[in-house]
């Protein structure tokens, strides 16, 4: 009886409700995010991204690629990037849609709170913090 419930369960597909799986980035791993620029990145996110986007590129690679983008469109000038395109020599990441909110918490250094979500899939984000 407790292995029919076990197979049920590794049958059943996940609920509407299921939470996306998100994984902690630190940022440096591909060394894809200058450390000098600005803005600074912190608390990078992968959040709902599949393990290997386009069957190669890790969670992490995606979400420092798609940092970095944002991070040089900051930097030549472009007060609020839209879109962003990432992608390496074996993999395409795709299009994504870039939002970013100030947030100033009392006491602390303000930030803008920034959130890119894959152009046709948005349940894929890349969150991060980008700070002075």
Not at 9 to 25: E, I, Y
Not at 37 to 44: R, S, T, V
């Amino acid at each position: 009886m407790l292995v029919l419930v076990a197979a049920a369960l590794l049958v059943a597909p996940p609920t509407a409700g299921a939470k996306a799986h998100a994984v902690r980035c630190n940022g440096h791993t591909y060394s894809l995010i200058d450390p000098a620029a600005f803005p600074g990145i912190g608390k990078l996110r992968a959040i709902g991204l599949p393990r290997k986007t386009d069957g190669y590129a890790p969670r992490c690679l995606v979400a420092e690629a798609v940092a970095a983008r944002v991070q040089a469109k900051w930097r030549q000038g472009v007060k609020q990037p839209t879109t962003v395109r990432v992608g390496g020599a074996r993999w395409d990441g795709g299009r994504w849609r870039v939002t970013a909110t100030i947030r100033q918490p009392s006491g602390k250094t303000p930030y803008a709170a920034v959130t890119a979500r894959k152009v046709g899939a948005s349940k894929r984000r890349v969150t991060f913090r980008a700070y002075s």
